[in-house]
């Protein structure tokens, strides 16, 4: 590679001046430099960059027996990520109980629906050696929970929690499924580009609350799955307003409609408003989800509506 490409490539390019010392190049000569490439070098340049990045990625291979995969995400944790996914599953059971559901939480270090489901004990192996997930509600599931002890700490360097996500990804016998929901960790790292780019994901909903501070973090999480060339389905604005059970009085305590905000901006739409009630902690405590336990609430209402924005939105599985 000449020293004009590299350059350009790596940028910290030194030249051996007259008398034998290392003398930088100046930013005068390096901007004369880049003019001397033409365009087709310099096209030449971004094709062979494109090899180098696409190399050693992963080829997309859908999971046996899964028709729609729709993955619940957020950029930042403590924003009711989870709550949004085991509801979203159960509501997607209740509106076409036709439809076989499954969920599956890749949230390694803090798994949150054995808890949620009620759900305890070892998964069975099939006859293939595939782990069978367990069922409550009609919905399959399978955690990392259900393969450590509920209080025993994750404590894993990278490759090994990519080796859980690939086991929990390809060893599970979800028989037929119409829409696999995922829980996914929050933030934007190796769990979310790994399972990004190992499964074909039909779409994404982002979960925030209506505060800045987690707006912020859930713009990143809805430019991420665009980077990877994951359709983005919507938002939903969790925790968006506080009734007072006794006055009624309405108080946003983490601010208003932050997430429309943020979904106009992105070009996106609020698949719905969840509000911060009592009965959607309390029910997830317990592990009866509220859109199990209450389903005739305004809470469980929401989801159901929520569901059906999700699946407005899906594309029908013979595209």
């Not at 291979?61 to 949004?84: L, M, N, R, W, Y």
């Not at 390694?108 to 595939?130: I, R, T």
């Not at 969840?274 to 997830?284: C, K, Q, V, Y």
Request: aromatic share 4%; with cysteine.
């Amino acid at each position: 590679m000449g020293i004009w490409r590299r350059l350009l490539l790596f940028g910290g390019v030194s030249l051996r001046a007259g008398g034998g010392a290392t003398a930088p190049l100046g930013g005068s000569r390096a901007m004369v430099c880049r003019r001397q490439l033409s365009g087709a070098e310099s096209e030449t340049l971004k094709q062979r960059r494109t090899q180098i990045m696409s190399r050693g990625l992963p080829k997309q291979k859908p999971i046996e027996g899964v028709k729609q995969v729709i993955v619940v995400a957020s950029g930042k944790g403590g924003v009711g990520k989870s709550t949004t996914a085991v509801n979203l599953a159960l509501a997607l059971a209740a509106n076409d109980s036709s439809k076989a559901i499954g969920l599956l939480d890749v949230d390694v270090y803090g798994p949150s629906v054995p808890k949620m489901m009620n759900l305890k004990g070892n998964p069975e192996l099939s006859q293939s050696n595939l782990m069978r997930p367990l069922l409550n509600y009609g919905i399959a599931c399978m955690s990392m929970g259900f393969l450590v002890e509920e209080n025993e700490p994750v404590v894993w360097r990278g490759l090994m929690v990519m080796s859980a996500i690939e086991k929990l990804l390809r060893q599970v016998d979800w028989g037929q499924l119409d829409y696999l929901v995922v829980d996914m960790p929050p933030g934007t790292g190796d769990v979310q580009l790994s399972v990004s780019q190992n499964i074909p994901i039909t779409g994404a909903v982002i979960v925030s609350t209506p505060q800045d501070v987690a707006l912020m973090d859930a713009h990143k999480g809805a430019e991420m799955f665009r980077k990877v060339h994951v359709p983005v389905l919507g938002l939903v604005q969790n925790m968006s307003v506080f009734q007072c059970p006794k006055c009624k009085h309405k108080t946003h305590i983490f601010g208003a409609d932050g997430a429309r905000k943020l979904a106009q901006t992105l070009g996106l739409e609020v698949l719905g408003d969840i509000p911060l009630h009592l009965n959607i902690r309390e029910a997830s405590d317990t592990g009866q989800p509220i859109v199990f336990s209450q389903p005739e609430s305004d809470e469980a209402k929401a989801y159901l509506r929520i569901a059906v924005e999700v699946v407005r939105r899906l594309p029908s599985p013979s595209e």
